[in-house]
């Protein structure tokens, strides 16, 4: 049979092949929190499951978690070569600096081809799950073969120790899969939803901190999350049972719990990774997930539903098969 004119050879589905994940050595406890803000380790763990964040150095930012999770990737999966990386999407909210992009600097730091596209993704909590989306979207378009999506956030540096409703809450890290191109694709579905009426609920503040109120996002996530999460699976025409594992957002453990009882999904499905660091925005799924690779929880061909939310107020979903 001839080939057919103007169709690139390779392949055009998507699919996860790696994955790598870093968090900083230094450990902030909630009893370092109680020398800072009038708190305790009870109540924060009440209020929100959290146990501990990882803080960076003052000398890291944030393309070197970027950076340290890529090559905790390549140090696990022998057989990538980043100079066949042809494209690396960074989701942050917390940027080195507004520009150059962190993904340019992973480019240079980690030998990825010149030619490579490099872009970061600004969509707060919601970002690592976006630019997963926009991976998909290169591949289809034939255009790239693999692309390195990370989620990295140096939270630590934007949080005011001062308020005792939010510091308690961010931590910092990174977490990055690989996306290539595959003969059967494992994107199964996506979808997206944004109420910029709610945007300033979670912004950064002139003077570059976090400013939040908690019970208008915590209102609107339970609200609209559970609805989401349905959609997305009813796209692929498949339902709550058939789904192997539940990969929100790590924002809040309660807040996790609550969505997962309007949804009536049993906790054992949830992978989280806010009880041992925080509230990492746009890092928190990558962490989760690598986190339960390591563990073994994740096997191939399993369903997975990732779905992250927040500012913007920004909601981004996504299903898949896991393939590695």
Known sequence: MAKEIGKPAFLSEARISAIGSY?????????DLETLVDTDH??????????????????QSTSHLAIAAVHDLLYK?????????????????????????VASQVQQAIGAASGSLAVDVSAACAGFVTALQLAN????????RKVLVIGAETLTKITDYTDRSTCILFGDGAGAVLVEAADQGAFLSSNANTDGSGGMQVYCSA????????????KWALSTVPGGVRDLLQK??????????????????????????RLDMPAEKIL????????????????????????????????????????????SGLLLRWTI
């Open 236 to 261: 692929a025409g498949s339902t709550l049972e058939s789904l192997d594992w539940f990969i929100p957002h790590s924002a809040n453990l309660r807040m996790i719990e609550a969505i997962c009882e």
């Open 42 to 59: 009870e109540w924060i763990v009440r209020r929100t499951g959290i146990e501990q964040r990882h803080k960076a150095a003052d000398d």
């Open 137 to 144: 979207g290169l591949i289809l378009s034939r255009s790239f």
């Open 77 to 101: 999966f022998p057989a990538v070569s980043a100079s066949d990386i042809d494209a690396i999407l960074v989701a942050t909210t917390t940027p080195d600096m507004p520009f150059p992009s």
């Open 272 to 315: 989280q990774s806010v009880v041992s660091n925080g509230n990492t925005s746009a890092a928190s799924i990558p962490l989760a997930l690598d986190a339960a690779y390591r563990q073994g929880k994740l096997q191939s061909g399993q369903l997975l539903a990732l779905y992250g939310f927040g500012s913007g107020l920004t909601q």
């Open 207 to 218: 003077d570059n901190k976090i400013v939040q109120n908690g019970r208008e996002v915590y």
């Open 23 to 31: 968090v900083p050595e230094q450990v902030i406890t909630n009893a």
